[in-house]
């Protein structure tokens, strides 16, 4: 599966739209670009994905670049439950019953008021 | 409704026993998973089960043994437990919608004293 780069940290005040940046530099043309989030002291959540088109949801937006090198998670407006660690995974779909899910350390976004 | 329920979520125990983590789901999903957080967050696989049987084993030391009775469970016993165990354990299954999303329970903290 590709490695994926994530800044570390995020602030973004509450009411704003955050945007969470994710590099996939060495992607290949069959893997899909998937959002995971873990808020405190829970198991981790799925948000979205994709594999080049833009995606929307009801939690967030996903923009992938052109050249599939980079993608955006968005949330539009976020809300101090939206305070969270990130995971952007690059893989491809489960097309096997040996497929898995390799979280990496993720972007902790901090929303405040 | 819970859809992956473990028990117990909370666990103190002394180091040299043995003891067993739950995990139950109510999806119908196929392939169930056990994956271990460690003190600095990282969020690693241990073993994913399909229908019943071992798929994955991340060279995880024989002292873990997953069993599953049956698809809907998959449960985590461990020998011989050390310090390091010290950990928060999150089983997890497969969907089989367009994302495979994966559905994590909201984990089991054992502490090795």
């Known amino acids: 599966d590709a490695k994926t780069t994530q800044p570390p940290s995020m602030d973004c005040a509450e009411g704003r739209a955050a945007n969470l940046p994710c590099n996939h530099s060495t992607i290949s043309g069959n893997e899909y670009v998937y959002w995971y989030r873990q808020i405190h002291s829970q198991g981790p959540q799925y948000i979205i994905h994709g594999l080049k088109n833009n995606e929307t949801n009801e939690m967030a937006s996903l923009i992938i670049t052109e050249d599939r090198k980079s993608s955006t998670l968005i949330l539009p407006h976020a809300t101090l439950r939206d305070t969270a660690v990130y995971y952007c995974?690059?893989?491809?779909?489960?097309?096997?019953?040996?497929?898995?899910?390799?979280f990496g350390t993720g972007t902790r976004l901090q929303v405040t008021l | 409704d819970t859809a992956v329920s473990q028990t117990p979520k909370y666990l103190v125990t002394q180091m040299g026993n043995d003891k067993s983590i739950k995990c139950e789901q109510n999806l119908g999903h196929d392939t169930m998973y056990w994956y271990k957080q460690d003190s600095k967050k990282f969020l690693k696989i241990m073993f994913s089960y399909n229908n019943k049987e071992l798929i994955i084993n991340e060279t995880v030391p024989n002292r873990f043994s997953p069993k599953s009775p049956d698809k809907a469970h998959l449960n985590l016993h461990i020998n011989s437990l050390e310090l390091g165990d010290s950990a928060v354990y999150f089983c997890?299954?497969?969907?089989?919608?367009?994302?495979?999303?994966?559905?994590f329970g909201e984990g089991s903290w054992l502490t090795v004293v």
């Open positions: 995974i690059v893989r491809v779909a489960f097309t096997g019953t040996a497929s898995k899910l390799t």
């Open positions: 997890a299954s497969r969907g089989t919608d367009s994302g495979n999303t994966i559905y």
